[in-house]
T-cell receptor
Framework: DAGVIQSPRHEVTEMGQEVTLRCKPI?????LFWYRQTMMRGLELLIY????????DSGMPEDRFSAKMPNASFSTLKIQPSEPRDSAVYFC??????????????FGEGSRLTVL | AQKVTQAQTEISVVEKEDVTLDCVYE???????LFWYKQPPSGELVFLIR??????QNEISGRYSWNFQKSTSSFNFTITASQVVDSAVYFC????????FGKGTRLHILP
């Protein structure tokens, strides 16, 4: 069974450009999470969805970040315009149905973003 | 406020030694979950274990064991007879109304 699939694996872009990261969760999982990982701040929860509905986006750094989940099998995280401080590894994770925060997270391989 | 502290930033041990990774958490919730995840050099985080706040039984899985003590708000992870393949960053996480990760402990197993 396929795991969480993220694309692209690596993205290098210039400051000011729009970046779109994509995620396909595991089929049947009801919850989807976007995390950002940096050396300084560790793993930060940006936003999470339950049944395709955004539940809490308080972790999104600023208005330049937006996330959508148009259906149960696809989510995007967009940064517009991108800045060098957005450079990080962005992880998508999904979790099976049940308690929203009680299930284990299944992580994708991450998208490494470098903004020059 | 919720908090997870992994005081050990980096640990190095020689292969076959036992090693314990510490995790201390803070929460006011009575119902919560604790997790450990492994992040090998490949980068993908892998789930290792989950415990709910009402289950203080220790658990053993092969060379891995976990010690959950509510009295000290700790959920420590021990690897017995460590192997080079255990080299990774290990994260402890706390979950109630949000999932909070510790900063991780980088474990080096030296051959």
């Amino acid at each position: 069974d396929a795991g969480v699939i993220q694309s692209p694996r690596h993205e290098v872009t210039e400051m000011g450009q729009e970046v779109t990261l994509r995620c396909k969760p595991i089929s049947g999982h009801n919850s989807l999470f976007w995390y950002r990982q940096t050396m300084m701040r560790g793993l930060e929860l940006l936003i999470y969805f339950n049944n395709n509905v955004p539940i809490d986006d308080s972790g999104m750094p600023e208005d330049r970040f937006s996330a959508k989940m148009p259906n149960a099998s696809f989510s995007t995280l967009k940064i517009q315009p991108s800045e060098p401080r957005d450079s990080a590894v962005y992880f998508c994770a999904s979790s099976p149905s049940g308690t929203l925060f009680g299930g284990e997270l299944f992580f994708g391989e991450g998208s490494r973003l470098t903004v020059l | 406020a919720q908090k997870v502290t992994q005081a050990q930033t980096e640990i190095s041990v020689v292969e076959k030694e036992d090693v314990t990774l510490d995790c201390v958490y803070e929460t006011r919730d009575t119902t919560y979950y604790l997790f450990w995840y492994k992040q090998p050099p490949s980068g993908e985080l892998v789930f290792l274990i989950r415990r709910n706040s009402f289950d203080e039984q220790n658990e053993i899985s092969g060379r891995y064991s976990w010690n959950f003590q509510k009295s000290t708000s700790s959920f420590n992870f021990t690897i017995t007879a460590s192997q080079v393949v255990d080299s990774a960053v290990y994260f402890c996480a706390l979950s109630s109304d949000k999932i909070i990760f510790g900063k991780g402990t980088r474990l080096h197993i030296l051959p």
